[in-house]
């Protein structure tokens, strides 16, 4: 198969062993992690009653996440690949397996509600130390994996399976915790991630294609930041997306609004949290056989504007049903721009940098939900549940505005 019909075939980069072995590995380990994700707000909300104490969650990761995430691009791109994932994902186990213990009736007796809370939020900072390696690295794998002919096909799946592991995650977490109660979940997310490692045992060594020794560790950093910079798409596309997540977080306060606004279960509240996901999980696979071809970085601006616009309405939704809808219709808008936000960084990063301008975005993009979950307990405590994501909407959009006037590049870029 020549690459013309490699780029045009949606089961291009499936065709390959070794990624089906990467999509698999990192399905269940999403999958985990987002049930995971989802136990904690759930959790801790329900041990400190405070808005505010979900935001605390998201900024002990965002902290070790961002302050690492320079330095762990640099790792990344000296260090063997393959190794470097699995510790990442080992050392996840091991966080599982601590949220397990506080969850029992031996640490129940022994500690109370408050400092089974700081325990957490102090266990969450150690994730998002591993984090700053293990997420940019499973980016690093896939571009090391397969042939650039099959890049763009390999990245929609690969952010498929990425929402298709968080709406599962989130769902079926919202439904073990109703079921199994919080230790029954958790046994459940560290099965998952012991899946995981059975997967991604089985992928080849990737070795650095940096010298350890080349260059000195911040002139390393400081070239891929300058990299980010100079690339007006990726710049863009990054600047926009940060701000957008940042003040449009509803979904943090899902757990708030399910209990004090909506009225409804922890199935429903599952649910809720799933919904973004199944709308993102639905345009991914829209898009993996009928790709954007043209005007992406327009319909880039375009989606995040629909995004700003239907957190404003969830935040004025008090019908249960019509806030499944506008999350789901939210998740469809984000989806357009993870897939093309994704495209524009594996096309345009160089493979000897990847390490480092995927670190970049984490920082940007991954960090940014943690700060935007912050932000959104700070505003919540501050200006009410409701104003508060009225607020980030309206912020959303204005970020739209200012960006389509002042980053033209971004607005005509096609590839």
């Given at each position: 198969?020549?690459?013309?019909?490699?780029?045009?075939?949606?089961?291009?980069?499936?065709?390959?062993?070794?990624?089906?072995?990467?999509?698999?590995?990192?399905?269940?380990?999403?999958?985990?992690?987002?049930?995971?994700?989802?136990?904690?707000?759930?959790?801790?909300?329900?041990?400190?009653?405070?808005?505010?104490a979900i935001g605390i969650i998201g900024l002990s990761e965002f902290l070790p996440a961002f302050g690492f995430a320079l330095y762990a691009g640099h790792v990344i791109d000296i260090s063997e690949k393959r190794k470097l994932l699995l510790?990442?994902?080992?050392?996840?186990?091991?966080?599982?397996?601590?949220?397990?213990?506080?969850?029992?009736?031996?640490?129940?007796?022994?500690?109370?509600?408050?400092?089974?809370?700081?325990?957490?939020?102090?266990?969450?900072?150690?994730?998002?130390?591993?984090?700053?390696?293990?997420?940019?690295?499973?980016?690093?794998?896939?571009?090391?994996?397969?042939?650039?002919?099959?890049?763009?096909?390999?990245?929609?799946?690969?952010?498929?399976?990425?929402?298709?592991?968080?709406?599962?995650?989130?769902?079926?977490?919202?439904?073990?915790i109703a079921y199994i109660d919080i230790t029954g979940t958790l046994i459940t997310v560290s099965s998952l991630i012991i899946v995981a490692l059975f997967f991604l045992v089985r992928l080849k060594k990737k070795p650095a294609l940096n010298?350890?020794?080349?260059?000195?560790?911040?002139?390393?950093?400081?070239?891929?930041?300058?990299?980010?910079?100079?690339?007006?798409?990726?710049?863009?596309?990054?600047?926009?997306?940060?701000?957008?997540?940042?003040?449009?977080?509803?979904?943090?306060?899902?757990?708030?609004?399910?209990?004090?606004?909506?009225?409804?279960?922890?199935?429903?509240?599952?649910?809720?949290?799933?919904?973004?996901?199944?709308?993102?999980?639905?345009?991914?696979?829209?898009?993996?056989?009928?790709?954007?071809?043209?005007?992406?970085?327009?319909?880039?601006?375009?989606?995040?504007?629909?995004?700003?616009?239907?957190?404003?309405?969830?935040?004025?939704?008090?019908?249960?049903?019509?806030?499944?809808?506008?999350?789901?219709?939210?998740?469809?808008?984000?989806?357009?721009?993870?897939?093309?936000?994704?495209?524009?960084?594996?096309?345009?990063?160089?493979?000897?940098?990847?390490?480092?301008?995927?670190?970049?975005?984490?920082?940007?993009?991954?960090?940014?939900?943690?700060?935007?979950?912050?932000?959104?307990?700070?505003?919540?405590?501050?200006?009410?549940?409701?104003?508060?994501?009225?607020?980030?909407?309206?912020?959303?959009?204005?970020?739209?505005?200012?960006?389509?006037?002042?980053?033209?590049?971004?607005?005509?870029?096609?590839?």
């Amino acid at each position: 198969m020549n690459n013309a019909e490699q780029k045009n075939n949606p089961y291009a980069a499936i065709a390959i062993p070794e990624f089906r072995n990467l999509l698999m590995g990192r399905f269940c380990f999403i999958m985990g992690l987002r049930m995971m994700s989802t136990l904690l707000n759930w959790w801790i909300f329900h041990l400190t009653s405070t808005p505010i104490a979900i935001g605390i969650i998201g900024l002990s990761e965002f902290l070790p996440a961002f302050g690492f995430a320079l330095y762990a691009g640099h790792v990344i791109d000296i260090s063997e690949k393959r190794k470097l994932l699995l510790t990442g994902v080992c050392l996840y186990l091991t966080t599982s397996f601590i949220f397990l213990f506080l969850s029992t009736p031996v640490t129940s007796t022994h500690l109370n509600s408050h400092w089974i809370a700081v325990c957490i939020y102090c266990t969450v900072f150690l994730t998002g130390i591993i984090r700053a390696f293990t997420g940019p690295t499973f980016n690093v794998m896939l571009a090391n994996i397969v042939p650039k002919s099959v890049l763009q096909n390999a990245t929609t799946w690969n952010q498929g399976t990425w929402l298709a592991a968080s709406v599962s995650g989130h769902a079926v977490g919202g439904l073990l915790i109703a079921y199994i109660d919080i230790t029954g979940t958790l046994i459940t997310v560290s099965s998952l991630i012991i899946v995981a490692l059975f997967f991604l045992v089985r992928l080849k060594k990737k070795p650095a294609l940096n010298e350890r020794g080349e260059k000195k560790t911040w002139d390393s950093v400081v070239e891929g930041i300058r990299f980010v910079f100079k690339t007006k798409e990726i710049f863009g596309a990054l600047t926009l997306d940060l701000f957008a997540v940042l003040f449009g977080g509803a979904v943090a306060m899902i757990p708030v609004f399910t209990t004090l606004i909506l009225h409804v279960s922890a199935i429903k509240y599952g649910w809720l949290n799933a919904a973004s996901d199944v709308g993102s999980i639905c345009i991914i696979v829209l898009l993996t056989f009928f790709p954007l071809k043209k005007q992406q970085g327009k319909k880039l601006l375009l989606a995040v504007a629909g995004f700003g616009t239907c957190i404003i309405i969830f935040a004025l939704s008090r019908n249960f049903w019509l806030s499944f809808a506008v999350l789901m219709i939210s998740g469809m808008l984000d989806g357009i721009s993870v897939v093309v936000r994704g495209t524009i960084m594996q096309l345009k990063t160089p493979d000897a940098m990847r390490g480092r301008v995927l670190s970049v975005n984490s920082m940007f993009i991954n960090s940014s939900n943690e700060l935007g979950q912050f932000e959104s307990g700070i505003a919540a405590q501050a200006l009410g549940n409701v104003p508060s994501v009225i607020f980030g909407g309206c912020m959303t959009l204005l970020v739209v505005m200012v960006t389509w006037f002042k980053a033209p590049t971004l607005r005509k870029m096609e590839y």
